[in-house]
């Protein structure tokens, strides 16, 4: 047994243990019929990425249930892996591309760029895999998976082709949403949409049949009404419906449009009514389907204005709203203006506005899809922690629109779709066919476009474990068991697992969804590039170590709810970490030579040595429910509380004078209890703080196996000891008690006393008589005294109660007399002196005509401050001159 260092720095083991956990394979996962499986497969993080906080608790949360499960006997299984990013990768890869080279992806063609892309992956995508190695995380990293690898990729394809053929895949022009910076579609879920202060923007549409005569419309977006084929209105509408049949003419543009009857306009909002333009708002173009409309595009792809758009063809779309509104109101068409906020749809990748627009792209038919989905929940196959959750994900199902899955980029899943060039034939297939089907034509191309990156991490719990193949490993760790991921996710990437395991498995991908908040800042603000609130874990990783980090995470977290970064929680994780590494190298120091056998120290234990048996037993037990819980904060905590408050403050204080005492049976008993529970609640902490728990492991003796491989402490009924318990509690309320009037009257807690007890209760003079130790030990009291009255008590004393007996202490013992009247006519005077010269500045008319209201209430709440002081000293003279 090596001697463990004085000091704990946690930089001397951290990246030594994390690679001796490698070395020794200690989380690789095997296929052990005998042992129940249990799965996490890590939401991957993007190969572009750099850690960040809200990784940090992810994998922490992660690590920790893997941890708990591995020790509770699972064969446990978390499942690494980084996704590619389409867009993110292409973006950086094009930056790259013509920063060195002066090129666009177009000049070197496509081979050629996804050459570039997979080196770049090679060389930077591996990046944030090492980084999640620094917080401790047990993956299995022998089965890490990348969502474009050749299995990630043949399970893409195979979906891919299986949704075709059932009808659940197709090709058509419909509204989609359209970045015009980034040049590519965006499914409804990667919009994230911006409260952004506009305009309401109030247009006269004067009626074919009386030009005098308008109908006012209100657009957020004027540069659209080019696009305008008709405007709706309620048919229940009193102020329109004698209105529908009439045609109106868009104004400057000249075209005659309906009046049309639809039950989407919203009568309370704004006019009531609305202008109709079906290739740019995806509200309009379900309206202009029903009512068999013209589609009218009147923008390009790169946000400007097209030739629908007449003189403003070719203007940027912002550009020709400030233009064309100018235009209305000159020619008396704007009615009004008024200033509005208003949600704005951004592109999730460069945060610029989104406009919707029709184009021919390929969707997934959600409603077949969505149906099982929702059904899985309400049978219980997949639930939420908290349940609360469970309405954004039934929300989202149950209004869900066809998913948009085609993506203008190279860098992704190649769409398997190929056309034949000479009778437009579309054939879907794993493999480019050799000739068209229908007309024999080997004039054949590829479709250009890759698919939405969600289509692939979909698949992500199944694929990765060997889909579409029957493989062993999918055969015995899925479905899994539990996912881990932010609130922000959970139409992003659950709902999308769901639907694509139900659809291809026949079985729900995991059963729970375990949701966690964001990590904010100190202020509660979401950490942000441009606030600049961003704290990089690595950091905090080199200057506390992980598992400081990592506690800080746990400790006061909930499921579902955010939690901020604070950095004297950070600090306090760090004393908590300090606090063990110094308990447990005192425990360590005290141990010579072998410890005496279970059986030997049994028959000798102590009634503190059952108290801490028992309350560790105690501890795994609510450790243990609160993790079955998914109340990670809570579990933490009380291990927090097991080790500091009871372990160190109390059972190691209190069997001190049995370790310093003559060697024999007590002091071998005491030093076997220190090193049973110090194990136990090591392996408590393990899955929260894994470092420091296996190093000073590794100081422990009689340990054959790593701490990452122990057992669990399962609860043990045996080592439930109540009488000790409620014993040891008597006499730590009471030491709390003796050590309460010692505070109040500034007495030092060197200083000896006598303590006189009351008894209230049966049985507590046995307890207070045999605990005559335990109050020198913990309270400095030299002599016990127990009394059936108060009467027998007979000197001025000091007293409180608890529960059970009244404690009384001879004022004698605790203060020197004649010092401490000094001490009280010292600060009398002083008090006296204050108390005058507030009453002087309270009693001038000039000071009081003159200062501020706030300042005389300063002055008037000091005033009563030291005349409460002084009536105190007052007070305790009058006592001590009886």
Excluded at 568 to 588: G, I
Excluded at 622 to 638: P, Y
Excluded at 659 to 687: C, Q, S, W
Excluded at 706 to 721: A, C, H, I, S, T
Aim: hydrophobic letters at 35%.
């Amino acid at each position: 047994m090596n001697n463990i260092p004085s000091k704990y720095n946690p930089k001397e083991f951290e990246e030594k243990i994390y690679s001796a956990w490698m070395e020794e394979n200690c989380f690789k996962a095997e296929i052990n019929k005998d042992k129940k499986p249990f799965t996490i497969v890590m939401p991957p993080p993007n190969i572009t990425g750099q850690l960040h906080m809200g990784h940090a608790l992810d994998m922490t949360l992660q690590d920790v249930l893997t941890r708990w499960k591995r020790m509770e006997g699972f064969e446990a299984l978390w499942l690494p892996g980084s996704d590619h990013a389409s867009i993110a990768t292409e973006v950086k890869v094009v930056e790259k591309l013509k920063k060195e080279e002066g090129k666009t992806k177009e000049e070197i063609g496509r081979d050629e760029f996804l050459k570039r892309a997979w080196k770049w992956k090679e060389e930077y995508g591996g990046k944030i895999v090492e980084q999640v190695k620094k917080l401790g995380n047990s993956c299995d990293w022998s089965r890490e998976r990348f969502t474009m690898d050749e299995g990630c990729n043949e399970a893409v394809i195979e979906f891919f082709i299986s949704l075709y053929n059932k009808g659940l895949i197709y090709k058509g022009n419909r509204i989609i949403n359209w970045c015009p910076d980034c040049h590519t579609t965006l499914s409804d879920a990667e919009v994230e949409y911006e409260d952004t202060p506009g305009k309401y923007y109030y247009v006269k549409y004067p009626f074919v049949d009386n030009p005098d005569e308008f109908f006012i419309i209100a657009t957020t977006r004027p540069e659209t009404i080019f696009g305008d084929v008709a405007i709706a209105a309620h048919p229940e509408d009193e102020r329109y419906k004698h209105l529908i049949g009439r045609k109106v003419i868009v104004p400057l543009v000249g075209r005659e449009i309906p009046i049309i009857g639809d039950e989407y306009p919203d009568m309370t909002k704004g006019t009531g009514a609305l202008k109709i333009t079906p290739c740019h708002d995806p509200n309009d173009f379900e309206i202009g389907l029903r009512h068999n409309l013209e589609q009218l595009n009147c923008m390009n792809e790169d946000g400007t204005m097209n030739e629908v758009a007449g003189k403003y063809n070719g203007m940027d779309r912002y550009e020709c709203r400030k233009q064309f509104v100018k235009d209305l109101e000159e020619n008396g068409f704007m009615l009004r203006t008024e200033d509005t906020d208003h949600n704005v749809g951004t592109c999730y990748r460069c945060h610029n506005i989104i406009e919707p627009r029709v184009s021919d792209q390929w969707f997934v038919k959600m409603d077949p899809l969505a149906k099982p989905a929702l059904q899985a929940n309400k049978d219980k196959k997949v639930e939420f922690v908290p349940e609360r959750f469970t309405k954004i994900y039934t929300h989202w199902l149950e209004n869900i629109r066809d998913w948009c899955i085609s993506r203008q980029l190279w860098w992704g899943h190649r769409i398997p779709a190929y056309y034949c060039q000479e009778c437009g034939e579309i054939m879907v297939a794993k493999e480019a066919p050799p000739k068209c089907t229908k007309c024999n034509s080997t004039n054949i191309k590829q479709d250009e476009d890759v698919l939405d990156t969600w289509f692939s991490s979909g698949l992500w719990p199944f694929s990765t474990l060997g889909w579409p193949h029957e493989t062993e490993d999918l055969k015995y760790f899925y479905p899994t068991d539990v996912l881990v991921t932010g609130y922000d996710i959970i139409f992003f990437w659950v709902v999308r697992m769901v639907f694509s395991a139900l659809e291809a498995t026949g079985e729900s991908p995991f059963k729970h969804v375990f949701i966690h908040g964001l990590v904010r800042d100190a202020e509660g603000r979401k950490m942000s590039k441009s606030l600049g609130n961003g704290i990089d874990p690595l950091e905090v990783i080199d200057q506390f170590g992980a598992d400081a980090l990592r506690f800080m995470l746990m400790t006061g977290i909930s499921p579902g709810n955010d939690t901020r970064f604070n950095n004297d929680k950070l600090e306090s994780s760090r004393n908590f970490a300090n606090k063990l590494w110094n308990a447990s190298r005192f425990v360590l120091m005290n141990i010579d030579g072998d410890l005496i056998d279970e059986a030997a120290a049994e028959s000798n234990y102590k009634t503190e040595d059952k108290w801490i048996i028992s309350r560790a037993n105690k501890a795994a037990k609510e450790v243990t429910e609160n993790l079955d819980k998914f109340e990670l904060g809570m579990a933490a905590q009380r291990v927090y509380d097991f080790i500091w408050n009871e372990y160190c403050d109390w059972y190691i204080e209190i069997v001190k004078p049995r370790l310093y005492g003559e060697e024999g049976l007590d002091k071998d008993t005491a030093r076997f209890v220190l090193i049973k529970v110090l194990k136990n609640m090591l392996k408590l902490l393990h899955p929260f703080m894994p470092f420091i728990t296996e190093e000073i492991w590794s100081y422990l003796p009689n340990v054959d196996n790593r701490l990452v491989k122990e057992q669990w402490p399962f609860y043990n009924e045996g080592e439930n000891f109540e009488k000790a318990e409620s014993t040891m509690e008597f006499i730590m309320e009471a030491v709390r008690s003796i050590r309460n009037i010692r505070a109040e009257m500034n007495v030092v807690p060197s200083r000896k006393a006598r303590a006189i007890f009351v008894p209230s209760k049966e049985g507590i003079k046995e307890y207070i008589e045999s605990s005559a130790l335990h109050f020198a030990t913990l309270a400095n009291i030299t002599e016990i005294k127990v009394v059936s009255d108060k009467s027998m008590i007979g000197e001025d004393t000091a007293s409180s109660v608890i529960d059970g007996t009244e404690i009384y202490l001879p004022l004698s013992d605790l203060i020197d007399y004649k010092k401490e009247i000094e001490r009280l006519e010292k600060e009398k005077t002083k008090l006296q002196g204050e108390l005058d010269r507030v009453n002087n500045k309270l009693n001038n008319e000039k000071f009081m005509s003159k200062a501020p209201e706030n300042v005389v209430a300063e002055e008037k709440e000091k005033l009563a401050k030291y005349q409460s002081m002084m009536d105190k000293v007052a007070e305790r003279l009058e006592q001590l001159n009886k």
